[in-house]
């Protein structure tokens, strides 16, 4: 599908959105422009510059159009709609136009934008290799919190089993709950407290040349004061 901006999708006729004899792969690939989903993207994108560019309008319609074919399938499809979302994000060149899909999210697509942010987390995790797709939990609130997780506690994750498509929300925020109080059990108290004192000493001594250097200083602003007089 070529850029169209929003004024000409506004205007679209039917025969101008259909050539004759369309093959199915070009049929699947078509975005449907309706009247409200123009209204919406101006409003949600009002004061920006994305509604006038026919590229990044195609762009988003397109990620859209994924967006909700992914979200009506089956399994996994959080990871095709977070690449989307990623991919979308590349296409928003200003903060105020992150702002507004933010903001304007639940009228473009079929969820929340904090499901959103799920789904992207999801993504990237797959996609950065951190876990292979195949290892990845089947229900996406569970694939994103192990995408929460760093490289180290993704391990021990493996280690119990959790990084699979079978392992549950709950079984890996245990785990990291788990994990974040083993990290605060090792603490080495003894040391931190060694640490104190060294800081608070530092502060002392630090205290005390300011004081010096401050007295010094009054000692030079007479002096140079005397000299003029003289």
């Known amino acids: 599908m070529k850029g169209i901006s929003l004024r000409k999708a506004r205007t679209l006729a039917p025969a101008?959105?259909?050539?004759?004899d369309l093959r199915p792969a070009q049929i699947d690939k078509m975005v449907q422009v309706s009247a409200d989903l123009v209204d919406a993207i101006r409003d949600v994108f009002a004061g920006t510059d994305l509604p006038?560019?026919?590229?990044?309008?195609?762009?988003?319609?397109?990620?859209?159009?994924?967006v909700n074919a992914a979200w009506g399938s089956a399994?996994?499809?959080f990871i095709e709609i977070g690449r989307a979302l990623n991919a979308l994000d590349e296409v928003l060149h200003t903060k105020a136009e992150r702002d507004a899909l933010q903001e304007?999210?639940?009228?473009?697509?079929?969820?929340s934008a904090p499901v959103a942010s799920q789904f992207k987390r999801v993504a990237e995790m797959i996609d950065s290799g951190r876990v292979p797709i195949e290892d990845c939990p089947g229900s996406y609130s569970a694939a994103y919190q192990l995408a929460l997780m760093p490289p180290e506690q993704v391990r021990v994750a493996r280690q119990r089993g959790l990084v699979?498509?079978?392992?549950?929300?709950?079984?890996?925020?245990a785990l990291r709950k788990e994990l974040a109080k083993r990290s605060l059990s090792t603490v080495n108290l003894a040391d931190l407290m060694a640490e104190q004192r060294r800081l608070r000493e530092a502060r002392r001594k630090t205290i005390r040349e300011l004081i010096q250097m401050r007295r010094r200083l009054q000692e030079i602003a007479r002096i140079l004061e005397n000299d003029e007089k003289g």
């Not at 006038?52 to 994924?66: F, G, I, N, Q, T």
């Not at 304007?104 to 969820?111: H, M, Q, S, W």
């Open 16 to 20: 101008d959105a259909a050539p004759a």
């Open 164 to 173: 699979s498509q079978s392992a549950t929300r709950s079984q890996i925020m």
């Open 52 to 66: 006038d560019s026919p590229e990044r309008v195609r762009l988003l319609l397109e990620a859209r159009r994924e």
């Open 104 to 111: 304007g999210f639940a009228r473009l697509f079929p969820f």
């Open 75 to 77: 399994k996994q499809a």
